[in-house]
Nanobody, 120 residues
Framework: QVQLVESGGGLVQPGGSLRLSCVAS????????MGWYRQAPGRQRELVAD???????NYADSVKGRFTISRDNAKNTVYLQMMSLKPEDAAIYYC??????????????WGQGTQVTVSS
């Protein structure tokens, strides 16, 4: 019904940058909230940032000033620009969307995850 395809993860040195993308497709009428979560080994999944359809943005304190979330509603795509990456940013990053389907039901979906490794 709904697919989320993430891209952009990889290996980067401390201080480097990466840009993640997530494209949603399927029987979508409206995407209400798009966000990025991450999960490091042995830790719980945590919110990194999210953005509403109206453009309201929420960041985790640990990434404020370094990460920027944005979305392209025409393309059903959310981006996460990550700068000044630190080793503690290393994790699997997951895209999450809260959306309204053509059936008018509301659903919440996760991407498959993309690995971000920060190491010299």
């Amino acid at each position: 019904q709904v697919q989320l395809v993430e891209s952009g993860g990889g290996l980067v040195q401390p201080g480097g940058s990466l840009r993640l993308s997530c494209v949603a497709s399927g029987s979508i009428v409206r995407i209400n909230v798009m966000g990025w979560y991450r999960q490091a080994p042995g830790r719980q999944r945590e919110l990194v940032a999210d953005i509403t359809s109206g453009g309201s943005i929420n960041y985790a304190d640990s990434v404020k000033g370094r990460f920027t979330i944005s979305r392209d509603n025409a393309k059903n795509t959310v981006y996460l620009q990550m700068m000044s990456l630190k080793p503690e940013d290393a994790a699997i990053y997951y895209c999450n969307v809260d959306l309204t389907l053509r059936s008018l039901l509301r659903g919440n979906y996760w991407g498959q995850g993309t690995q971000v490794t920060v190491s010299s």
